[in-house]
């Protein structure tokens, strides 16, 4: 049985930092493309970050771009989320996923399997 556990959440002042991480049990990982959502209260699942097998490709939503970096350590079936420049509208649920064949990297529907999330809060 697949199971993507993360940890690493929590509340932080706005400009800081956090990162976030995920590891995952009972699936070949390094098969697997990996992605970050989050979702607030009231909102829709919103895509955050990807990075293909192998670390080949990454992409960011815009809202993240420079601020956020996704990496992968398929030795410790990990994916990381390092966090920099935290905004209040940063707080949300964060989750990670995992699938094969990902085509549309930025839509929670081609992502197989997921974690249950990390809270994590930017405070102003």
């Known amino acids: 049985q697949v199971h993507l556990v993360e940890s690493g959440g929590g509340s932080v002042q706005s400009g800081g930092s956090m990162g976030v991480s995920c590891t995952g049990t009972?699936?070949?990982?390094?098969?697997?493309?990996l992605g970050w959502f989050r979702q607030s209260p009231g909102k829709e699942r919103e895509f955050v970050a990807h990075?293909?097998?192998?670390?080949?490709?990454?992409a960011y939503a815009d809202s993240v771009k420079g601020r956020f970096t996704i990496s992968r350590d398929d030795v410790k079936n990990t994916t990381y989320l390092q966090m920099n420049g935290l905004k209040p509208g940063d707080t949300a649920r964060y989750y990670c996923?995992?699938?094969?064949?990902?085509?549309?990297?930025?839509?929670?529907?081609?992502?197989?399997?997921w974690g249950q999330g990390t809270q994590v809060t930017v405070s102003s």
């Open positions: 996923a995992a699938g094969i064949g990902v085509v549309r990297r930025r839509d929670p529907n081609d992502y197989r399997h």
């Open positions: 009972g699936l070949t990982f390094s098969w697997y493309e």
């Open positions: 990075i293909g097998v192998g670390g080949n490709s990454i």
